[in-house]
């Protein structure tokens, strides 16, 4: 048989100075434009760990680990090494009338973490992980309606995004799906009373919100649990984004001693290079679902058990246990919240920071100096939220520190690196924030300069 001379690193190598052009011809050409005119267009070379590295070879610390997949750090050979052995075994990969070996180790491993539930359904995402909990949830009670919260973030697929607030995403897609219904983050009595109707197949919530950062009370989360029970509804744990650490705790939940009925993973399972999803419940509710031999396969997805997707997820578990990450998420996490904390009295501009372990939303405001003032209501006039931008770009382009803003409109910046960040890297955190901070402050100034150059772009866009 020929053998095809194919060299994947060296066509990335080949072709990497055309990828803003191939963007552009065929994939998406707004992404592009964006990512130039905010400086971001480096042209990432490399990933190791928690750092970036662009095509001049500058080194950039990852505060956004591609939206969190990255909690054991990219390239982590461990995983690489899990992989690589898939690769050259030649196992009997998605058979499909036939059970997978790798799969049954995953979910066991899974539920030694969450010893309250019982089975495990793997999907390909976390969006498909909350399709398959809506089926569930519905199937289970035989009611149709889904409760969630408002500001909340589930996915872009159609059952998710009935369950995402945000009009930015939900905008020129509906109708979306029937009986789902908002109620407010933290109002326990705007949930009982949804409940109260008993029509409610499950309240889906995320421990604490992505868009945002936004944290319960500690009241919220049990007196949800509570309620849920009283009225005979599912509970589900969107810890999509919270789990595997990521708060220091395996599961965000664990902070408020809940046990929900389901618990929906992604991301980090991941280990960033094989997309995977696992929704984890009791039996009696999964017992619904395939409850006759004829029903085997009600509900499933082609890939979702393949065998690298396994292996992915059997090795993080495996490095987060030996490199006892959940416990550096936590005490990392604590100390960079600390330090940030400790900048709040000395900035007009810096409102909060707030969070768990490494998921942390530093939260800026409308300052009360008249100059300050000024300026602010201008960029806020022309686009809400572009505040943040004076504070991310500087920190990317004169820090190397690659962050986001946590949502459209949202003047909360959210700092969610990999759980393997060492103590020298938090004080390159801590500089870098108080260094753009601190010029944010100073009106006229470069960071100014860079805030009337995104309102002079928001008005072009806008006529």
């Not at 690196?417 to 938090?426: A, G, K, S, V, Y």
């Amino acid at each position: 048989m020929l053998k095809p001379n194919l060299d994947v690193s060296e066509m990335f190598v080949e072709r990497q100075a055309q990828r803003s052009t191939m963007h552009s011809r065929h994939l998406n050409e707004q992404l592009v434009r964006v990512l130039k005119t905010i400086g971001y267009d480096v042209g990432f070379q490399k990933g190791q760990g928690q750092y970036l590295y662009d095509r001049d070879g500058a080194r950039y610390l990852d505060l956004l680990s591609g939206f969190g997949v990255f909690a054991i750090g990219r390239n982590h050979p461990t995983l690489r090494d899990a992989l690589k052995s898939v690769l050259d075994s030649d196992l009997p990969n998605l058979v499909q009338l036939d059970v997978s070996t790798l799969a049954g180790v995953l979910a066991e491993r899974l539920l030694e973490y969450v010893p309250y539930l019982d089975k495990v359904f793997f999907a390909n995402s976390g969006a498909e992980t909350v399709e398959a909990a809506i089926k569930f949830a519905r199937g289970a009670t035989g009611r149709p309606g889904i409760v969630y919260c408002g500001h909340s973030y589930h996915g872009l697929t159609y059952g998710a995004l009935s369950l995402t607030e945000d009009p930015n995403f939900r905008n020129g897609f509906e109708p979306l799906l029937p009986g789902c219904t908002a109620v407010p983050f933290n109002d326990l009595a705007a949930l009982e009373q949804a409940l109260s109707s008993r029509e409610i197949a499950a309240f889906i919530v995320e421990p604490i919100q992505g868009k945002g950062v936004n944290m319960p009370s500690d009241e919220f989360l049990p007196g949800a649990a509570a309620l849920c029970k009283k009225y005979g509804t599912i509970f589900i744990a969107d810890e999509i984004q919270t789990g595997m650490g990521r708060t220091g705790r395996f599961l965000a939940v664990e902070h408020w001693n809940v046990e929900p009925d389901m618990v929906l993973l992604s991301k980090a399972l991941s280990g960033g290079h094989v997309p995977v999803g696992a929704l984890l419940t009791r039996k009696q509710i999964f017992d619904k679902i395939f409850n006759r031999m004829d029903r085997a396969v009600v509900h499933g997805s082609t890939f979702a058990k393949n065998d690298l997707a396994m292996a992915a997820g059997i090795a993080t578990l495996e490095v987060m246990k030996a490199e006892k990450l959940v416990e550096a998420a936590a005490k990392r996490g604590a100390e960079l919240r600390l330090a940030l904390t400790r900048m709040v009295p000395g900035y007009e501009l810096l409102k909060e920071v707030r969070g768990k372990g490494l998921m942390i939303g530093v939260e800026f405001g409308p300052p009360k100096s008249l100059r300050l003032k000024a300026s602010w209501t201008m960029l806020e006039s022309a686009n809400k939220g572009l505040f943040c931008q004076l504070i991310t770009v500087p920190l990317f382009k004169d820090h190397k520190i690659l962050t986001q803003v946590a949502g459209h409109g949202l003047h909360t910046i959210k700092l969610l690196p990999p759980l393997t960040i060492t103590e020298e890297d938090c004080t390159w955190i801590e500089r870098a924030f108080d260094d753009v901070i601190a010029q944010s402050h100073k009106v006229p100034g470069a960071i100014w300069s860079l805030g009337k150059t995104l309102v002079d772009n928001a008005i072009r866009k806008s006529a």
